[in-house]
């Protein structure tokens, strides 16, 4: 297996450099690409210094993008496995070698770490909660299957998927329970594994100020449309 | 049903005139395209079938149950712009999408040639 550790930045200075160093010590053999979606702190430096392959966006096109842009490097670059996590801090890096296991034993085609399944303490808001429960009981609804934690951007993706979502479809902002639902929907093999999440260390989450209102509005969209869409049928028939 | 006064006539067939010699001097000059020139050139076209002939005005609007034939035009109107809306949305979500590949493009391809320029 040739494995990539993604992480889509967006003016992550303060912390992508701990990021990029935790991810060193804990998969030492593996490459770590930091995708810069056009940040304008000094991101691109910290993280080349950390050791990180950097590339970068030209202006800032949301997280979605930066990750895409990460997953079409993989495709030609014949990477067959991408762990991504984000570069604030939240996710821990010690828990990659779990994720990168499930794929490469092939138990599954999407290993999706959970912070609701035992392990680490992280307890959300209230409203946050509220919609998190909202878009699994949805994600529920159109796949029959249970995910724990729909909005959780710590995970690795097989080769397959990976060509899957290096294709036209996916979003530009926010990636969660739309696209298991169409991974889901696509016939991939998707399981949850336990991680520790923290909150983040300073800097801009993408969920500040009016965000969470068209996070909201965008999720119900796509996710009641996800299957009804093409994308879904399209490898089915490949 | 009365059919539109010759006031009413004139004033319609010279907005929808004037808007479709604008829209042809546009592409004339160069300053808008032929493809997205063609829904305003329509519905301008469409604006003073209307007016000139008035028994399809009033077939329309009879049909739609609307009171007057100058309610009916102004629908028209409503619709067609509405349309032209839509239409722009479609075409700013391909242009998205496109300047997103081409992003992706440059970052991937500035990569390589960083690359081989530091070899």
């Keep these: 297996m040739k494995p990539l550790i993604l992480i889509p930045a967006f003016n992550e200075a303060g912390r992508i450099g701990r990021v990029v160093a935790g991810v060193r010590a804990a998969v030492p053999d593996v490459p770590v690409l930091v995708v810069d979606d056009g940040s304008t702190d000094d991101t691109v430096a910290v993280a080349r210094r950390a050791g990180a392959r950097v590339i970068q966006l030209p202006f800032n096109l949301g997280a979605g993008v930066a990750a895409q842009t990460g997953y079409k490097l993989a495709v030609r670059e014949g990477y067959d496995c991408v762990a991504q996590l984000d570069g604030d801090g939240q996710h821990e890096p010690a828990d990659l070698p779990e994720l990168l296991a499930i794929i490469a034993q092939r138990k599954a085609d999407v290993a999706i770490g959970s912070r609701f399944l035992g392990v680490g303490d992280y307890q959300p808001g209230f409203v946050r909660r509220i919609g998190m429960g909202l878009f699994g009981l949805l994600a529920w609804l159109v796949t029959g299957m249970r995910f724990s934690d729909v909005t959780s951007g710590f995970r690795a993706l097989s080769g397959d998927v990976v060509r899957f979502v290096a294709t036209e479809w996916y979003p530009t902002d926010y990636a969660d329970a739309d696209v298991l639902i169409t991974l889901r929907r696509a016939g991939f093999r998707l399981v949850e594994v336990p991680v520790r999440m923290y909150p983040r260390a300073g800097g801009r989450s993408m969920h500040a100020g009016l965000a969470p209102v068209y996070y909201v509005f965008k999720m119900l969209l796509s996710v009641s449309l996800a299957p009804l869409r093409r994308e879904a049928s399209a490898r089915k028939g490949s | 049903m009365d059919g539109l006064t010759l006031h009413q006539t004139i004033f319609a067939l010279l907005i929808s005139l004037v808007s479709f010699g604008l829209i042809l ?51 028209f109107a409503v619709l067609f712009l509405f349309a032209i809306a839509v239409h722009y949305s479609v075409i700013i979500s391909r242009l998205t999408s496109q300047v997103k590949n081409l992003a992706q493009e440059l970052a991937l391809v500035s990569d390589r040639v960083d690359d081989r320029a530091r070899s």
């Design chain 2, 25 to 75: 001097e546009l592409v004339r000059r160069r300053r808008l395209r032929e493809e997205y020139s063609w829904l305003w050139l329509l519905t301008a076209a469409i604006m003073v079938v209307l007016v000139v002939w008035f028994p399809l005005l009033k077939v329309i609007t009879v049909v739609i149950g609307a009171a007057t034939p100058i309610n009916t035009l102004l629908l």
